[in-house]
Nanobody, 124 residues
Framework: VQLQASGGGLVQAGGSLRLSCAAS????????MGWFRQAPGKEREFVTA????????NYADSVKGRFTIFRDNAKNTVYLQMNTLKPEDTAGYYC??????????????????WGQGTQVTVSS
């Protein structure tokens, strides 16, 4: 099983980035996918998630209206489009997968597989 996140980088405040997470080794189309982030000295926090069908999403209040999650099951990839980035969005971003579940999206322990993370740095 592998989740390979990419697309991070350094961007100025107000800019945009698109993260990708390519999955392999499991039936991607049967798994909910989520993004979490962790800044230095802070706890990991939920960012967003999407159901295995792609018909439902959930966002942390801090990113609503700025971030969009979507998936392409044909490519076994989930994306995170991040617009209007702020310095407080600076963190390592991690994608995660769980078999379709009714547990809240923001429950990190409900995710089985985790990627290695990609760093996003937003300068002011």
């Amino acid at each position: 099983v592998q989740l390979q996140a990419s697309g991070g980088g350094l961007v100025q405040a107000g800019g945009s980035l698109r993260l990708s997470c390519a999955a392999s080794g499991f039936t991607f189309s049967r798994y909910d996918m989520g993004w979490f982030r962790q800044a230095p000295g802070k706890e990991r926090e939920f960012v967003t998630a999407i159901t295995w069908t792609g018909d439902s999403t959930n966002y942390a209040d801090s990113v609503k209206g700025r971030f969009t999650i979507f998936r392409d099951n044909a490519k076994n990839t989930v994306y995170l489009q991040m617009n209007t980035l702020k310095p407080e969005d600076t963190a390592g971003y991690y994608c995660a997968a769980r078999f379709k579940s009714n547990t809240g999206f923001n429950v990190a322990r409900s995710y089985t597989y985790w990627g290695q993370g990609t760093q996003v740095t937003v300068s002011s």
